[in-house]
């Protein structure tokens, strides 16, 4: 089967979908468009597309997620490979279809968001650190930034977790699991400012065991946090649904991006399985293909 046959079997199983399984034709349009993605995916892997294995298949799922193709819309070309590879086994043009049971990866339901170097920066300068609360507040983004903590770890810290001289921290992650993250010499430095001029003044000569402390001397909430981060966020103009999970993905997503490597990110995040953490590869995948698309002259 060289190129023209495939076509003509493509063509043949959409004929097929509009004649005898009376599909609506938008139906029948979007599985167009997944066939000739898998075809252009198929020539450009030098693969005949009645050839592919079921790796490559797999290939081509992974390549749909990077590219940033919904969830929903991945489900939908994946079923429609499956069916192309029935038909053409029920046409006896294949033996054995190779997308039996095939599925998108569940590890990746979606492209997390998260906000470029220039964006962070802009968030960093919306506290007012002339206050202690404006002190604490960057502190804590500063360090969120830095170690790409859970907000429900950022804001469970006690002083005792830091070791601002050795310039790490020790953190409590799920399933009670603690592991050590570096801060970085930014987030000492306002976590040092923090002790020194801010948190004195929340706690007014009370005592906390927590790091961060609300005016009242109580530890600040996860739900304060995101409240003070969401408006923070409005007043450096960054786009809307800001939240602490988004200078997580953007803690991952920059080191990822100057070349740190996903298994020390892994630790650093606090994910058991590896799958978790390659999800930031499938970010880089699909800037990497935005930028192709949108500079090159021939793209």
Not at 33 to 48: G, M, Y
Not at 210 to 228: I, P, Q
């Amino acid at each position: 089967m060289n190129a023209n046959e495939s076509a003509a079997a493509i063509d043949a199983y959409l004929d097929h979908l509009r004649v005898e399984r009376r599909l609506a034709a938008l139906t029948v349009e979007n599985y167009s468009r997944d066939l000739v993605a898998l075809a252009r995916f198929a020539d450009a892997a030098a693969v005949p597309v009645e050839r592919m294995s079921r790796q490559d298949l797999e290939a081509f799922v992974r390549h749909l997620m990077s590219v940033g193709l919904s969830p929903r819309s991945a489900a939908r070309a994946v079923a429609c490979v499956r069916g192309f590879y029935r038909f053409l086994v029920l046409d006896r043009r294949l033996e054995t279809s190779p997308a039996d049971d095939l599925r998108a990866p569940r590890a990746w339901p979606a492209l997390p968001r998260f906000l470029s170097v220039e964006e962070v920066d802009l968030l960093l300068a919306a506290p007012d650190v002339s206050t202690p609360r404006g002190i604490r507040d960057r502190a804590m983004v500063e360090l969120l930034y830095a170690t790409g903590l859970r907000v429900s770890e950022l804001v469970g810290l006690r002083r005792v977790d830091l070791n601002l001289e050795a310039g790490y921290l020790t953190c409590t992650g799920k399933g009670d699991k603690q592991r050590l993250v570096p801060m970085g010499d930014q987030a000492v430095a306002w976590v040092q400012r923090y002790l020194q001029d801010g948190r004195p003044a929340l706690l007014k000569g009370r005592s906390s065991p927590r790091m961060f402390v609300n005016s009242r001397g109580g530890g600040l909430s996860r739900v304060g946090f995101w409240k003070n981060l969401k408006t923070y966020g409005v007043q450096a103009g960054l786009p809307r649904g800001l939240s602490p999970h988004v200078l997580r993905h953007s803690f991952a997503t920059h080191l990822l991006d100057r070349g740190a490597d996903l298994r020390a990110i892994q630790m650093m995040l606090g994910h058991a399985d590896l799958s978790s953490t390659q999800i930031y590869t499938h970010v880089l995948d699909a800037r990497l293909r935005s930028i192709y698309e949108r500079f090159h002259p021939r793209a």
